[in-house]
């Protein structure tokens, strides 16, 4: 999802952030799908299979929590989470778990697709000179080190995969 060139408001860096919460639950959700579905197909969880979804779904929850209580710092309005979810929906909503060729392919789309955004919104900050009601170096803290855990998600992936081949 692009971010654009600049994030020049509270207004704006609210709804940007609340996409990203929408993000971390759409992981938590697929990641729970996951494992329900390999479940209930009888399928053998791996331990390495497990952890990863365990902790994917672990850290989403964390990034949410993280992120609303900046959206709680913030002098915004908050925009209806429909409205956000119908964003999300029209830009990631096009696949769904199943389109993927196996639960490491998804998961890594997941975690890929959050690095990007965050890298992003962090860009859009960052090439920004505009004031913000939440302290500028700890909101930038904040999303660095999402955007970090979402790499390191991304190489955890990247690491199982490669040993399946």
């Known amino acids: 999802m692009s971010v654009g060139n600049q994030v020049t408001s509270d207004h704006q860096l609210a709804r940007l952030l609340q996409i990203g919460i929408v993000l971390e639950e759409v992981v938590e959700a697929r990641a729970y799908h996951h494992y329900?579905?390999?479940?209930?197909?009888?399928?053998?969880?791996?331990?390495?299979?497990?952890?990863?979804?365990?902790?994917?779904?672990?850290e989403s929850a964390d990034h949410?929590?993280?992120?609303?209580?900046?959206?709680?710092?913030?002098?915004?309005?908050?925009?209806?989470?429909?409205?956000?979810?119908?964003?999300?929906?029209?830009?990631?909503?096009?696949?769904?778990?199943?389109?993927?060729d196996g639960v490491l392919y998804d998961q890594l789309c997941n975690e890929e697709t959050a690095y990007k955004f965050y890298d992003d919104l962090i860009d859009g900050i960052e090439s920004s000179d505009a004031e913000f009601s939440v302290d500028r170096e700890q909101l930038l803290t904040v999303l660095r080190e999402i955007r970090e855990e979402e790499a390191q998600g991304v190489e955890e992936v990247t690491k199982i995969m490669e040993t399946r081949e």
């Open 64 to 100: 949410r929590k993280r992120l609303e209580r900046v959206i709680d710092d913030l002098d915004a309005e908050s925009i209806p989470f429909e409205d956000i979810e119908t964003l999300v929906e029209a830009k990631y909503g096009k696949t769904k778990p199943e389109d993927f």
């Open 36 to 58: 329900q579905s390999l479940a209930e197909e009888d399928r053998h969880l791996d331990e390495e299979l497990e952890g990863l979804l365990e902790h994917a779904a672990e």
